[in-house]
């Protein structure tokens, strides 16, 4: 305010809203993974791939507030399956859990499961190593998510896009980082 006699004027503050405010934003970090089966049935593109039970999932906790607004800036995954064939994965999100059909059997979702869909991630790059592969998406920019209101989790199921040549008990672990308002 600024005195002006007994007149007093309101002075206007305007925050520019692309300025990126760090004090605002918190990093946000979760991860989730399984072990396939004990065996080395080739996946089919388009197959579901799990530990063999049929639940997504769960990545716990990526936002500390249910219902939250999430900015997934970066995302890959790890197996330990050091392929000379290295797969090609799509990672679809929900908001809900999702019941699934069987390791190996084609993706197939209902309308209704597709109503909690919020995104997914192509996971269409991949470095092996001698001892794991590490698969990440090209070109990816951002994926903006909002989380159920009484959830702090989101929920994901991988599929293969190509055919895969997997490994018994072979390991996948998938970490997403972002960004939260306050």
Do not use: W
């Not at 994965?89 to 209902?110: C, E, K, R, V, W």
């Amino acid at each position: 305010m600024i005195d002006h006699g007994d007149r007093f004027r309101v002075i206007d503050i305007y925050r520019e809203p692309s300025v990126y405010d760090p004090r605002l934003v918190a990093s946000v970090f979760t991860r989730s993974g399984f072990t396939r089966p004990a065996n080395t049935t080739a996946y089919a593109a388009k197959d579901v791939m799990t530990d063999g039970n049929a639940k997504a999932m769960e990545f716990p906790n990526i936002s500390p507030i249910p219902g939250a607004g999430v900015d997934i800036l970066s995302a890959f995954m790890i197996s330990s399956n050091p392929s000379s064939t290295p797969g090609s994965f799509t990672l679809m999100l929900f908001n809900s859990p999702q019941d699934l059909a069987s390791d190996n059997a084609a993706y197939a979702p209902t309308n209704q499961d597709m109503t909690s869909f919020i995104g997914l991630v192509s996971f269409d790059g991949s470095k092996v190593n001698s001892n794991s592969a590490v698969y990440y998406p090209i070109g990816f920019g951002h994926l903006y998510v909002r989380l159920s209101p009484s959830s702090t989790s989101v929920y994901g199921v991988l599929i293969a896009d190509s055919a895969y040549p997997p490994i018994s008990c072979e390991n996948f672990i998938i970490k997403l980082y972002g960004e939260i308002m306050r």
